[in-house]
């Protein structure tokens, strides 16, 4: 086990990371609950694991630890109390009403064995599951448009970077902001709670609390151990980023400043990790197709315990400046050609992610991004991600790094 929780770059060295293997939950994915459930398409979930087992290959190739969330949680409920906090808070944040569903499907996932059962409030639980076991009628067992199930699939559950993000020796949980994505950062507060892994090396949480609106994972790029890249986006709201600038500018005095990039609200684009990542000591990517319609502020400790704000005028120097050096490079995922640059976006070509510097890992159906990345003298990984991309998420995305080496 690792003996550090510790985040203050995009590149260094990977030494810990946690991510979570596809699961039955992709083959709950109906095409009538595809856009409530957030995906595109449906993915075939035997190839999305093969996929991702090879993903998890490619992250080890310089020796990182990889964590899978389900596996600790597995650990900690060995402790029945703690099997049932678990049941209990994914019923408090569920759909149910009705009293004895809610006990029927208490006391069906309590009899699991703890694998299956963890595995089972992912997937989601089917009526038909348990239907017998109820002794009365309730009013959706009599719909015809009844939904099909108790306890909703997490079919985005994969892309743990959205659940949070360690920021120097401290753990920011995210708060998603669609519903379908509500429950999923259960199990990282929970890990945070009772895991040795967390535990025993005192991470702090930055926010005790909820955030009160929505920032998710996606949106939050350390830069270094003084500044934090927050994309202010379909999923990212003002206040969330003025609640989380307050606590880690002003209350716990732990960064300098927090650069914000506004990208445009749409589901293409949903984080800023879609359409911009660090590549390198002074190099990042972009999709060329939102350099014009973004906007860039940096906050900072004001007077009177105030966060204050300034819009600056070009991303390249706001980057240079809070990296301290002269310039920086942002290079254009896909190229120059706009269908080429649109298309590779889609397919997460900007979502990349470094294992050390000078290694990153992308998606080998980028052909034309993995070439920019190779002539500029990067080592490029190539993953197949034939299924994962239909999840609408790349190799940043399935990642959410626990430790790397100070650069
Ligand atoms: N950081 C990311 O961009 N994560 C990808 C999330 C995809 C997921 N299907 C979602 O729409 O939330």
Redesign the pocket.
């Known amino acids: 086990m690792i003996n550090e929780i510790k985040v203050s770059s995009e590149i260094g060295k990977l030494k810990a990371v946690l991510v979570h293997r596809p699961g039955p939950e992709l083959d709950h994915l109906v095409p009538r609950y595809l856009e409530n459930l957030?995906?595109d398409e449906i993915p075939w979930l035997k190839r999305a694991r093969e996929e991702h087992d090879d993903f998890v290959e490619a992250l080890g190739t310089l020796g990182a630890q990889v964590y899978y969330t389900e596996k600790l949680v597995e650990e900690i409920i060995e402790d029945k109390s703690l099997k049932e906090e678990l049941i209990n808070e994914h019923l408090k944040f569920s759909t149910l009403f009705d009293k004895e569903v809610k006990r029927i499907v208490h006391d069906y996932i309590m009899g699991l064995d703890n694998k299956t059962a963890v595995e089972t409030i992912i997937a989601g639980l089917s009526k038909d599951t348990v239907r017998d076991l109820k002794s009365e009628t309730s009013f959706s067992d009599l719909t015809m448009k009844s939904y099909p199930f108790y306890l909703d699939p997490m079919?985005?559950m994969y892309?743990t970077?959205?659940h949070g993000t360690v920021i120097n020796k401290g753990l920011l949980v995210s708060q998603m902001f669609?519903f379908a994505?509500r429950r999923e950062t259960i199990f990282l507060r929970f890990l945070h709670k009772n895991h040795p892994l967390f535990k025993n090396l005192n991470t702090p949480l930055w926010f005790e609390g909820e955030i009160p609106t929505g920032i998710?994972?996606?949106d939050v790029l350390v830069l270094n151990k003084d500044t934090l890249i927050i994309g202010f986006s379909e999923?990212t709201t003002e206040s969330a980023i003025e609640s989380v600038a307050h606590m880690l500018l002003i209350e716990k005095e732990e960064l300098k400043q927090i650069i914000v990039i506004e990208i445009p609200a749409k589901?293409a684009y949903?984080?800023l990790?879609?359409v911009f990542t660090v590549i390198d000591y002074d190099k990042f990517i972009i999709y060329p197709g939102i350099k014009n319609s973004i906007h860039t502020y940096r906050l900072y400790p004001g007077k009177n315990g105030n966060v204050r704000a300034k819009a600056e005028e070009s991303l390249e120097h706001t980057l240079s400046d809070c990296l301290g050096l002269s310039s920086v490079k942002i290079i254009n995922s896909g190229g120059d050609n706009s269908i080429t640059a649109a298309r590779e976006q889609w397919s997460d070509s900007t979502?990349t992610f470094v294992i050390a510097p000078g290694s990153i890992i992308t998606y080998n159906r980028n052909e034309e991004t993995n070439k920019i990345l190779r002539n500029l003298g990067l080592n490029v990984i190539e993953v197949e991600a034939s299924e994962l991309v239909r999840?609408?998420?790349g190799p940043?995305?399935m990642t959410m790094p626990l430790l790397r080496e100070d650069i």
Do not use: I
Request: net charge positive.
């Open positions: 957030l995906f079919p985005s892309f970077r959205d669609n994505r998710e994972g996606g999923r589901r949903m984080h990790d879609t979502n999840g609408r998420g940043h995305c």
